[in-house]
């Protein structure tokens, strides 16, 4: 089996996770996770970055500190992964989901714009959705598949409304919109260090923000909201969200290796996009202008995708649909949905993504090509 995407360990990981299974240090306390921080912020530019158990908690934890709260509205992309409008539930509050872009696969930001000016009134503090009143309080934008949004043109509509940016950069490790890395351009982004992520750390996340006051309130509420460092006094719901150090220990050793894995994945990413130039039926994902990728999953959007997938599947080849939108979830079916042509369905049923693991073999992905040439001829 040609695998889709798969981690890749062969760094430091395992001296720097002896070096934590020697000295004792595997929770979640010690200098691992310090150092991790410390790394994820320089390679970021954020000023600050508070470690999380996953990305899925990293998003929780930006809705707590943008003020999201029971029955607010947050604007997502209808297309992503359901984690982003589950992270909005947990806090009482529902996900406003918007339409993407058929080229690039990000929020569709015009029309937004265009459906925020009918549907919505500002009153100079709080934004609320006409019909419903009830206020809309953030927007999460996602970095769909390492590519991004039009940020300007976001951040531009977000300010004018005082909408809060949280960015969904669980996919978006390595990749820059007009030189500022992903997850930094908003008030608040959050990283995703699962195991089918560019790198991983098996599981972990980590909150980005350029913002003093919203990294300490970070820190501290993923940290149990614990005030003395002696008595268990509490001032508010804390949470128990911090990466534990052997797992920190791995992702030190993991971005170490990031140059490489962004220059194999480049590699992989130009090889696909020049074979399948001549296939009529593929069409690969455009990136936003302005934005460099990080080519995370190489996804096509091709004619009979599903078929296409038994076929690689028969041939022991793993592909994967893009997700299920969020609009057709049973938890989210009925909530509001900006649409005009429904884009995010038509991308459901005509993407795919293709094996793209870092270590692909040069062998494996001419078969991968191979079959799929031989599927359309
Ligand atoms: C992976 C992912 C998440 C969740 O990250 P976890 O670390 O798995 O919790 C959230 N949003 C998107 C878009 C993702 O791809």
Known sequence: MIPLSVP????NEWKYVKECLDTEWVSSVGSYVDLFEEKIAEYTGARFAISTVNGTAA????????????????????????????????????PLMCDVLPGTWQLDVDLLERWLESHTHYDGTVLRHSESGRRIQAIMPV????????????????????????????????SYYKG?????????????????????????????TNDEALAARARHITRQAKTDPLEYDHDEVGYNYRMVNVLAAMGVAQLEMMETFLHEKQHIANIYTDAFKEVSSIFPQQKTDGVKANNWLYTIMCHQSRDLMKHLALNKI????LWRPMNQLPMYKDLPYISEKDISRQLNDSCLSIPCSTNLKP???????????????
């Open 8 to 11: 890749s360990i062969r760094g």
């Open 59 to 94: 998003l929780h934890t930006a809705l707590i500190l943008a003020g999201v709260e029971r029955d607010d509205f947050v604007i997502i992309p209808n297309l992503t992964f359901a984690a982003t409008a589950n992270a909005i539930r947990y806090q009482g509050a529902d």
């Open 143 to 174: 970095h769909v598949l390492g590519n991004m949004a039009d940020m300007d043109q976001l951040m531009t509509l977000a300010k004018r409304v005082e909408l809060t940016v949280i960015e969904d950069a669980a996919e978006g490790l390595g």
């Open 180 to 208: 500022r890395h992903a997850g930094t351009i908003g008030e608040l982004g959050a990283l995703s260090f699962n195991g089918n992520k560019i790198m991983t750390t098996g599981g972990g996340g980590m909150l980005l």
């Open 318 to 321: 793993q592909t994967r649909p």
């Open 363 to 377: 062998e494996d992905q001419q078969e991968v090509i191979r079959q799929i040439q031989q599927f359309y001829r």
